[in-house]
């Protein structure tokens, strides 16, 4: 299930920069799903969903939430170049704060 959820997440994000945004709609639907289950997979993916679609407010939202949860997908922001355009962002270096990962970003 994790592969299938990170490949439709993958899919999500391509097809917004894409331009394909209908597309882009029905996946992230379907992850809205898995996250509501309790995904937090789902709910990284969503995240990097919102980010891709410049909504930033929405995606910090959702990993705060998963980051109140313990999911443990979270450190992929640390790591994953398509999160570059947030480094600077004060709720990204909170975020990692909170996770022990700031050492070094």
């Known amino acids: 299930m994790a592969i299938k959820i990170v490949a439709t997440g993958a899919l999500a994000w391509v097809n ?11 996946l992230a ?18 995240g990097r969903y919102y980010l891709a679609l410049g909504q930033s407010d929405e995606a910090f939202e959702v990993w705060e939430a998963t980051y109140e949860e313990r999911g443990g ?16 962002d004060p709720r990204f270096v909170a975020l990692l704060q909170k996770m022990n990962l700031m050492d070094s970003v």
Request: charged share 20%.
């Open 16 to 26: 917004v920069l894409a331009g394909n945004l209908d597309a882009a709609g029905s």
């Open 29 to 46: 639907e379907e992850l809205t799903v898995l996250a509501r289950q309790g995904n937090s997979q789902a709910d990284f993916e969503l």
């Open 73 to 88: 997908t979270l450190f992929w922001l640390k790591v994953n170049p398509a999160f570059a355009s947030i480094r600077s």
